[in-house]
């Protein structure tokens, strides 16, 4: 059955340092992978899409790249401020209407 | 314009009742999804809902129902409650509900405790 693995539950990274995060598949096809961030008792919000035929996005300090060979995504937040402390969630989506999402890594920006 | 409303915000219920949460989408989506995230499960998705119909639903007991309305307001209904159903429940609306360019705008979930 499809399985999604988001690399660590917890990242407590420095201010102004790069955080890397991990969402790794098995035994599906997405046609498009998403990155949301989640605050606590706030639903997800939308930051980042990225479709099967690409391999990079940017958008300000985040950057989103998509691997279907390893069956992999990485999700960048450079400069990292404490402002990026949140729970980033990845989410797989393809044309059967829902979005199949990882656990959630916790970030921790200390200033 | 304005997001996703969900009502109530928090609800407590007992065993063996039931609970029936609603979910106003943004103006013009069609598409409503509802997910259930719990700590052990992450966000899991229960269905989704466009123009009044069900396209898909996801791997939950029977007890789990939901609807939409011609004004594209949906509800979900829990029968039977159970301690495990304890959750923060989601509901997330877009323009059509696939496709890589349809972005899925979340409310801010219900909070359901089941004593």
């Known amino acids: 059955s499809q399985k999604i693995e988001q690399n660590s539950e917890a990242l407590n990274i420095q201010e102004g340092k790069t955080a890397t995060l991990t969402c790794n598949y098995t035994n599906y096809s997405p046609a498009y992978l998403q990155w949301y961030r989640q605050d606590p008792g706030r639903g997800p919000v939308f930051l980042l899409l990225i479709r099967e035929n690409e391999k990079e996005k940017r958008k300000e300090r985040l950057k989103v790249t998509f691997d279907t060979t390893l069956k992999q995504s990485l999700f960048h937040i450079t400069a990292s401020q404490p402002a990026d402390s949140a729970t980033y969630l990845c989410a797989l989506g393809g044309n059967d209407y829902k979005l199949s999402f990882g656990a959630g890594t916790t970030v921790t920006v200390r200033a | 314009k304005a997001g996703v409303t969900q009502t109530p915000r928090y609800l407590i219920k007992t065993r063996g009742q039931q609970v029936t949460l609603s979910c106003s989408p943004i103006?013009?989506?069609?598409?409503v999804s509802w997910y259930q995230q719990t700590p052990g499960q992450g966000l899991q998705f229960l269905f989704e809902y466009f123009s009044e119909t069900q396209r898909n639903k996801g791997n939950f007991p029977g007890r789990f129902s939901g609807r939409q309305f011609s004004n594209s307001r949906s509800e979900m209904n829990v029968s039977t409650l159970e301690l495990g159903d304890s959750a923060l429940y989601l509901c997330a609306s877009s323009l059509q509900g696939w496709g890589s360019t349809d972005t899925q705008y979340f409310g801010p979930g219900t909070r359901l405790t089941v004593l």
């Open positions: 103006s013009g989506h069609r598409s």
